[in-house]
């Protein structure tokens, strides 16, 4: 533990000399200067509270379903949300659902004290893969109950490996674990976690399913893709993406392209713009009657992605070059053949779409061209790839509900 406490207290000062040069260590800085104010100020110590902590936004949006169906059954409580990234905590600090929104303080023993000196939770839910041994430690400590929600563990992770069996000891003090799929289940046996082991699923996908309800109807893009004869949504891309994608519909005039980067940046988009070889619009300049003449619509804004994917006969998924894929479930939910690259290992619900159908992995030019090139021609092969993508998600939502049920909540 000590050896532990000794990293973390390396990379907060390895943080803080960087932040000066690099805008998220900055953000991650400033941020945690200001959650102890925010705790002081927003806590109402005669409250009761329930705490959930997500490393960032895809965590936030996995936890989302459970916190939401707390606050309907339970008003009595109070939600104290806490985020570890700048890519959570910037993008839902006003988010209604809590009430109270911070960062997480590194996860030092001083911090500990002082967290819990102004904050007395009674229980703890910790979401995929947020295990900080100090913070669950000292709710093993007050007798707060901890509970992994949406865990997954893989053979390479450092609690199965020789020299993680100290780090390990921090399974022991979470009370239930929620985990994915059942190898999750066998690997924590390995280390004695016994009895208190749920496989429900991911509740992503019941996240996704919410989303997919209640999505918004986007007048602009309508109208662009009202005549089209066929629409590829591509969303969350980096360059090796835009690169094969580009290509392809520069030289497919029947197609439209909707095109959503992971980076949203001025030298990103004039980067994306200059390989254009067709009428091409960005979102925000687009209006009216002058949308219908683009072929392909770039979204310069955050936060329309999800609505999007509903306008598109075929998704793309991008990150599969590099970073690794983004949010399949979040394209895969509308039905849709979804598109992604080689770098999709570490991705259950990919791999899963992968071996239904629902998913085409693509490695280069040629492969892109020839699996869009069936989809556009081959209508049967079009809706049982899409067939097979919504079977998915919905056959396995239910997550958030089973984990309300164990805990008797």
């Given at each position: 533990m000590l050896l532990y406490t000794l990293s973390i207290y390396l990379y907060m000062f390895g943080v803080i000399l960087v932040s000066p040069f690099y805008k998220k260590a900055r953000l991650m800085v400033t941020g945690r200067f200001s959650s102890y104010k925010i705790?002081?100020?927003?806590?109402?110590?005669?409250?009761?509270?329930?705490?959930?902590?997500?490393?960032?936004?895809?965590?936030?949006?996995?936890?989302?379903?459970?916190?939401?169906?707390?606050?309907?059954?339970?008003?009595?409580?109070?939600?104290?949300?806490?985020?570890?990234?700048?890519?959570?905590?910037?993008?839902?600090?006003?988010?209604?659902?809590?009430?109270?929104?911070?960062?997480?303080?590194?996860?030092?023993?001083?911090?500990?004290?002082?967290?819990?000196?102004?904050?007395?939770?009674?229980?703890?839910?910790?979401?995929?893969?947020?295990?900080?041994?100090?913070?669950?430690?000292?709710?093993?400590?007050?007798?707060?109950?901890?509970?992994?929600?949406?865990?997954?563990?893989?053979?390479?992770?450092?609690?199965?490996?020789?020299?993680?069996?100290?780090?390990?000891?921090?399974?022991?003090?979470?009370?239930?674990?929620?985990?994915?799929?059942?190898?999750?289940?066998?690997?924590?046996?390995?280390?004695?976690?016994?009895?208190?082991?749920?496989?429900?699923?991911?509740?992503r996908f019941d996240r996704v399913i919410d989303i997919c309800k209640a999505a918004e109807a986007l007048p602009l893009v309508e109208r662009f893709t009202a005549n089209a004869d066929f629409t590829l949504v591509a969303g969350s891309t980096w360059p090796p993406d835009e690169e094969l994608i580009i290509n392809y519909f520069n030289a497919h005039p029947r197609m439209k392209l909707i095109l959503a980067p992971h980076v949203v940046s001025e030298s990103h988009l004039h980067h994306i713009e200059s390989k254009m070889g067709r009428p091409f619009l960005r979102y925000s300049d687009a209006a009216g009657e002058q949308v219908s003449g683009a072929d392909a619509l770039l979204i310069n804004r955050y936060g329309l992605l999800s609505s999007i994917y509903r306008y598109a006969d075929v998704a793309y998924v991008g990150g599969g070059f590099g970073v690794g894929i983004h949010n399949v479930p979040e394209a895969a939910v509308y039905g849709l053949p979804v598109l992604i690259g080689p770098n999709n290992q570490g991705f259950a619900e990919a791999q899963a779409l992968l071996r239904l159908g629902g998913c085409l992995e693509i490695h280069n030019q040629q492969e892109f061209d020839i699996r869009l090139d069936t989809l556009v021609s081959d209508q049967a092969a079009l809706r049982a790839a899409g067939k097979a993508s919504r079977d998915y998600i919905f056959g396995n939502a239910g997550a958030s509900a089973a984990i309300f049920r164990q805990l008797g909540l």
């Open positions: 705790l002081r100020r927003k806590i109402d110590k005669s409250a009761h509270y329930v705490w959930f902590h997500a490393a960032s936004l895809g965590e936030f949006e996995q936890g989302r379903p459970l916190m939401e169906m707390f606050r309907r059954s339970h008003p009595e409580y109070k939600i104290l949300l806490t985020f570890f990234s700048p890519s959570g905590y910037e993008v839902r600090k006003n988010y209604e659902g809590a009430d109270v929104v911070c960062y997480l303080p590194f996860d030092t023993y001083g911090n500990v004290m002082s967290f819990f000196r102004l904050v007395h939770p009674e229980m703890a839910f910790f979401i995929k893969y947020e295990f900080w041994m100090n913070y669950i430690f000292g709710c093993y400590l007050r007798h707060i109950p901890v509970y992994s929600i949406s865990s997954i563990f893989r053979p390479e992770k450092v609690f199965f490996r020789w020299y993680g069996w100290a780090y390990a000891k921090v399974l022991k003090c979470v009370t239930h674990f929620f985990v994915q799929d059942e190898q999750s289940l066998q690997l924590l046996a390995t280390r004695g976690i016994k009895g208190n082991v749920t496989v429900v699923g991911d509740t």
